[in-house]
């Protein structure tokens, strides 16, 4: 109940083109969905965040909708560019005492020029 | 990035030996974890603490150990590495209220 389950693990897309990458849960107790990114020999780093108190967040080309019924959220990145290409982790969290971050199993994003 | 320093970054260590990765951290961040990333697993929590000497089990602990004396810093011990443990660890903080966690930069461990 504590898993995280991303998908595709791996997508091509071209210059210019939708990138969207998926993210189911089971644990209706989380309440915070950050996306991580993550290029080759560095530490995740946060792309965007949302709670599941509105259903959609906007930042630059980086969009997350969320579903709450469905326990479902995605990222879509729009007019992906070649410097998009990287790894994308969705995670979970609840707001209690540890704070712990559950992670997807990633999504190897390679955009093509 | 934001005041984490993993070492040491590269280490390559023979079966049945004692290793202990160390994460420090200027940022007097509460909360800190351990995270191992392996293809195809993402991102899997070890261990975590979310204050000095309060620390806890992730869901893959077994053959890790951890401890936190002061804030700063969050030791993992690998108390006999074996070839499993082969994985790149990431040691990350948060002030806890589901906001940012951030990341060090890695480090490599080898288990021949």
């Known amino acids: 109940q504590q898993q995280v389950k991303q998908s595709p693990q791996s997508l091509i897309v071209q210059k210019g083109g939708i990138s969207i990458i998926n993210c189911a849960y089971e644990?209706?107790?989380?309440?915070?969905f950050p996306w991580y990114q993550q290029f080759p020999g560095k530490g995740p780093a946060l792309l965007i965040a949302i709670r599941p108190d509105v259903s959609e967040k906007k930042e630059g080309r980086f969009t997350i909708s969320f579903n709450k019924s469905a326990k479902q959220f995605s990222l879509h990145i729009m007019d992906s560019q070649p410097g998009d290409s990287a790894t994308y982790f969705c995670?979970?969290?609840?707001?209690?005492?540890?704070?712990?971050?559950?992670f997807g199993t990633g999504t190897r994003l390679k955009v093509l020029a | 990035d934001a005041g984490i320093t993993q070492s040491p970054r590269h280490k390559v260590t023979e079966t049945g030996t004692p290793v202990t990765l160390r994460c420090h951290q200027t940022?007097?961040?509460?909360?800190m974890y351990w995270y191992r990333q392996d293809p195809g697993h993402g991102l899997r929590l070890i261990h975590y603490?979310?204050?000095?000497?309060?620390?806890d089990k992730g869901e893959v602990s077994d053959g890790y150990s951890v401890s936190r004396s002061k804030t700063e810093d969050f030791l993992l011990t690998l108390e006999s590495a074996t070839s499993s443990q082969t994985s790149v660890y990431f040691c990350?903080?948060?002030?806890?209220?589901?906001?940012?966690?951030?990341f060090g930069q890695g480090t490599r461990l080898t288990v021949v």
């Open positions: 995670a979970a969290s609840i707001n209690s005492g540890t704070y712990k971050y559950i």
């Open positions: 940022e007097n961040h509460r909360y």
């Open positions: 990350a903080i948060s002030t806890g209220g589901n906001t940012e966690a951030f």
């Open positions: 603490s979310y204050g000095v000497k309060d620390t």
């Open positions: 644990n209706t107790a989380f309440d915070y």
